[in-house]
């Protein structure tokens, strides 16, 4: 009997250890799954907001006067102007930004009201 008993043993600890593996497991997928639909999602966003970006009317050289180059071109970025890279010197970005009929970047009342509208 004690060889019995120490083989139902091993086997009870082989299954146990089986279990937990498959929980394990099972969170990985689980996490993995919920990673991907974040970066879904953002991706999702991320090629929607140009063309949520264009639909805000165009900014006069005047208003992107006031801002800084860095913000300038981060305005190209946000509606992946081809070319954005070209222009170096602030009036040429203003330029470059209002040919393209960009808009002034979004107050934080825009884009709240834009979320509640979308959301």
Not at 8 to 36: F, K, M, P, Y
Not at 80 to 102: E, T, Y
Request: glycine share 6%.
């Amino acid at each position: 009997m004690g060889l019995a008993t120490e083989l139902r043993a091993a086997v009870s600890a082989v299954n146990e250890t089986d279990r937990q593996l498959a929980r394990l497991v099972g969170q990985h997928i689980t996490d993995t799954a919920q990673g991907l639909q974040e970066l879904r999602g953002a991706l999702e966003a991320k090629a929607l907001a140009p063309a949520n970006f264009r639909s805000l009317p165009p900014a006069s050289a005047e208003q992107l006067t006031s801002l800084k180059v860095p913000e300038l071109k981060a305005i190209a970025t946000r509606m992946n102007l081809p070319g954005r890279s070209k222009p170096k010197r602030k009036p040429d970005i203003i330029n470059f930004l209002v040919a393209h009929q960009a808009p002034m970047a979004p107050s934080y009342e825009q884009l709240l009201a834009f979320w509640v509208e979308h959301g």
